[in-house]
T-cell receptor, first 110, second 114 residues
Framework: KNEVEQSPQNLTAQEGEFITINCSYS?????LHWLQQHPGGGIVSLFM???GKKKHGRLIATINIQEKHSSLHITASHPRDSAVYIC????????????FGTGTSLTVIP | DTAVSQTPKYLVTQMGNDKSIKCEQN?????MYWYKQDSKKFLKIMFS???????INETVPNRFSPKSPDKAHLNLHINSLELGDSAVYFC?????????????FGNGTRLTVT
C-alpha cells in the first residue's frame, strides 16, 4: 500500500467549475507538497504546507495534520489548469525521502 | 535563468550501453535528488544527496550511481542499460531536507532503451 493516496485518479470538469483534489497519507510528516505536471512533462511546485492553508491566485491548499489529509482546490477552473497534480509528503524520519501520490489527472473542458 | 537544468532531454540507446544524465542547479540549494517516473506517472526516489550524506533507495540497482562533483551538480550514471530502465528521469533540488522550501525540478530526461 502506498503511503500517499490521492483521489480522484482522473477528473474531468467544465471550465469555471470548482475542483477539489484530495490527498491522504499514513506517516507523520514535516511537510506536504503539491506539484503540477503539465502534458509537456515539466513538474512545478505549487505549495509547500506544514499546517493550515495557503492561497495563490485561484489555487488553495489546506492541510489537517491530525487527520493526515490535504486538499487542493482550484476555483474558476480553466483549460490551462489541465495537468497532473501530485501530492508529496516529507516524513519525519531521517533521510531526505519523499513519498509521492500517484497523481490526479485533471482535464478542464472549455 | 533555468533553476534546475538537466541534459539531455531525450536519450535513446541500446541495451548494454553506459550513459550519463547531467544535472545542475543555480539556486544555491544544498540537497539534490534523482527521481524515476514510470509509465504510470508514478515518481519514485532514487537518490538524494547533500553535502553531508548520500541516501540511496535500496531498490535501485547498483548499475545506477550518482556523482556529485560539487554542491550544484548531481549527475546520474547508468551502466549496462536494460529495457526496464526506459522511463523519464527527473533531477530536483531543495533547500534543506524538503521541509524548509519547495522542490524545484528539472524538465526531465526521457530515456529509451532499445
Amino acid at each position: 500500500k502506498n503511503e500517499v493516496e490521492q483521489s480522484p485518479q482522473n477528473l474531468t470538469a467544465q471550465e469555471g467549475e470548482f475542483i477539489t483534489i484530495n490527498c491522504s497519507y499514513s506517516v507523520g510528516i514535516s511537510a506536504l507538497h503539491w506539484l503540477q505536471q503539465h502534458p509537456g512533462g515539466g513538474i512545478v511546485s505549487l505549495f509547500m504546507l506544514s499546517s493550515g492553508k495557503k492561497k495563490h491566485g485561484r489555487l488553495i491548499a489546506t492541510i489537517n495534520i491530525q487527520e493526515k489529509h490535504s486538499s487542493l482546490h482550484i476555483t474558476a477552473s480553466h483549460p490551462r489548469d489541465s495537468a497532473v497534480y501530485i501530492c508529496a509528503v516529507r516524513p519525519f524520519r531521517t533521510g531526505n525521502q519523499f513519498y509521492f501520490g500517484t497523481g490526479t489527472s485533471l482535464t478542464v473542458i472549455p | 535563468d533555468t533553476a534546475v537544468s538537466q541534459t539531455p532531454k531525450y536519450l535513446v540507446t541500446q541495451m548494454g550501453n553506459d550513459k550519463s544524465i547531467k544535472c545542475e542547479q543555480n539556486l544555491g540549494h544544498d540537497t539534490m535528488y534523482w527521481y524515476k517516473q514510470d509509465s504510470k506517472k508514478f515518481l519514485k526516489i532514487m537518490f538524494s544527496y547533500n553535502n553531508k550524506e548520500l541516501i540511496i533507495n535500496e531498490t535501485v540497482p547498483n548499475r545506477f550511481s550518482p556523482k556529485s562533483p560539487d554542491k550544484a551538480h548531481l549527475n546520474l550514471h547508468i551502466n549496462s542499460l536494460e529495457l526496464g530502465d526506459s522511463a523519464v528521469y527527473f533531477c530536483a533540488s531543495s533547500q534543506g531536507t524538503g521541509a524548509q522550501g519547495p522542490l524545484h525540478f528539472g524538465n526531465g530526461t526521457r530515456l529509451t532503451v532499445t
